[in-house]
């Protein structure tokens, strides 16, 4: 029964693929996420990134320079997107970036700076993220495992370690994408 559905589960799987063009290649690439699903997923975790970092940094001239500054580094990146530019208040010495192009700066990493050269490489290094699509293949990649483990599963259940097998296929997969994101940075 299964090999019969098989193929019309992997017809699906290819039919929700959206075709997008890549910058940086010049070439036409099939992706499972969209440029306008990354902005979505990016809005959506927007507020719980500022609340996890100790809210927005409230001096508004910080943030202007900052934003200012990136916007000005982003007009040379290959993705056209309208690229966001936070300082969030923890004093941790980071910066991340969101799907979609929501850049953070940590108050912190602002205080441990010299010169603006080395905030602006902070900047192009979490722009670079978003070019290459960093977020998105490995939520791509996610996709993809969660579906291969449905397919195993369905197979697994029928023997009598149907449970043990899963397990380790949850656990390959979380250290699989330990390795995929520290490649990344």
């Known amino acids: 029964m299964m090999f019969r559905v098989l193929p019309f589960i992997v017809v699906l799987l290819l039919l929700s693929c959206a075709r997008t063009y890549d910058p940086l290649t010049g070439k036409t690439v099939y992706t499972l996420l969209p440029t306008q699903e990354e902005i979505k997923i990016g809005r959506m975790y927007l507020p719980l990134a500022v609340d996890q970092n100790d809210g927005r940094y409230p001096d508004k001239e910080v943030q202007e320079y900052v934003q200012k500054l990136g916007k000005k580094i982003a007009e040379h990146a290959p993705r056209k997107l309208d690229y ?10 980071n910066a991340f970036a969101l799907p979609g192009g929501f850049i953070f700066v940590n108050r912190g990493l602002i205080l441990a700076l010299d010169k603006e050269d080395q905030l602006a490489g902070v900047l192009a290094h979490e722009l670079a993220h978003v070019n290459a699509r960093h977020h998105a293949r490995f939520l791509e990649k996610m996709y993809g495992m969660n579906i291969l483990l449905s397919i195993a599963g369905i197979f697994a259940y029928q023997t009598r370690y149907g449970d043990v097998l899963m397990q380790f296929g949850k656990i390959g997969a979380q250290l699989l994408s330990l390795r995929w994101s520290r490649e990344h940075e």
């Open 84 to 93: 966001r530019f936070y300082v969030v208040n923890t004093k941790q010495v």
